[in-house]
């Protein structure tokens, strides 16, 4: 009996032991388990509210001064006009909607009257197709000309179009030859189905584009200005994107040229010449030229609901240049004598 109770005892007392053994065990994870808790929790306080602003100042010591990025901001080199500017330098403003000029080098609108009215551009439009095809397409493209851009199936007697027929084939140079001296609305459509696929898509991409410019007051449903209640812009919105137009050497060297020929190869293998003169009476003699600056080229438009317009790249004697803008014109008359009096104020 006493044998059986000291193994009883023996037994008790290793049961105890690890029990107290198994308690410490717990005790410590839990102490470590808290140590750890408190060490993250004290780094994100410590991180937070402290060391933030030592990293922050740290960084500002070692980088202080030097340039890792470095734009000029778009507008530095854009005219500048207060909506409420209405001085329309001398043109007759009873004759004509809207009228600038701007003098580009200095970023200053020597003359602003009602710019940022809403206006229909006509075929000022073709300054926007004109730009897109330059910048996403090559001037050797093969264009084949679709049923939309038919001079003989989708435009009307009145339209100005360069002849294009279904199946032909043209280089793009010679469409925008076609699209910005002689306003050709079949070249317009060829341009867009070319570069976009379609009208609507090209469309898109003119508003795209006018958007990247700032001209937040345009929308163009078309890529030839044919009139559409939806289809609109102002005369600050037109300097805008003929300004980025003129960055275009391509595009200079077609607004300047007195004539051109295009040539044109029809589904049968024919090769026909297309004659190009510009739209503007400047460059074709019907207009007396402005004697205070030199007129190097632009784009008309004309439509009875947009009146009679017209936009230029002018230069001084000097060589530097200046956009001369005019919207809504009474006649074509009173287009030109009120252009030729607005860019003869370059010289005084």
Do not use: W
């Not at 409420?84 to 007759?92: H, M, Y």
């Not at 403003?93 to 809207?98: D, E, F, H, K, N």
């Not at 008309?300 to 005019?326: F, K, M």
């Amino acid at each position: 009996m006493t044998g059986v109770r000291c193994t009883d005892r023996s037994r008790r007392a290793r049961r105890r032991r690890a029990r107290r053994r198994r308690r410490r065990r717990i005790l410590i994870s839990l102490i470590v388990i808290f140590v750890a808790l408190c060490g993250v929790g004290g780094y994100f306080l410590v991180s937070h509210f402290h060391t933030e602003e030592d990293l922050v100042a740290a960084y500002e010591q070692e980088y202080y001064n030097q340039a890792y990025f470095r734009s000029d901001l778009y507008a530095t080199d854009l005219c500048v006009v207060d909506p409420d500017a209405s001085d329309a330098g001398p043109v007759d403003t009873g004759t004509l909607t809207s009228a600038a000029l701007f003098d580009v080098d200095k970023a200053q609108a020597d003359a602003a009257y009602h710019v940022f009215d809403q206006v229909y551009p006509a075929s000022t439009t073709k300054i926007m197709t004109a730009l897109l095809a330059i910048e996403n397409s090559s001037m050797d493209d093969e264009v084949t000309i679709g049923v939309h851009a038919d001079s003989t199936q989708s435009f009307s007697y009145d339209e100005a179009t360069i002849g294009l027929k279904e199946g032909d084939t043209i280089r793009m140079e010679d469409l925008l030859y076609g699209l910005l001296l002689y306003s050709g609305n079949d070249a317009a459509v060829a341009i867009a189905e070319h570069v976009a696929g379609d009208m609507d898509s090209f469309a898109q991409m003119m508003n795209e584009k006018a958007e990247d410019l700032m001209a937040t007051q345009t929308h163009f449903v078309n890529a030839h200005g044919l009139h559409d209640e939806s289809h609109y812009t102002t005369a600050y919105d037109l300097y805008l994107i003929f300004n980025e137009c003129i960055k275009q050497d391509e595009f200079v060297k077609i607004i300047s040229t007195d004539k051109y020929t295009a040539e044109v190869k029809g589904e049968d293998g024919e090769v026909r010449r297309i004659e190009l003169e510009p739209s503007n009476l400047y460059a074709t003699g019907e207009a007396d030229k402005p004697t205070g600056a030199t007129v190097i080229g632009g784009k008309t438009g004309t439509t009875s609901q947009a009146g009679n317009c017209l936009i230029l790249l002018d230069e001084n004697d000097s060589g530097e240049p200046y956009i001369s803008v005019i919207m809504g014109a009474d006649t074509k008359e009173l287009l030109y004598e009120n252009m030729t009096a607005l860019v003869d104020e370059i010289s005084e």
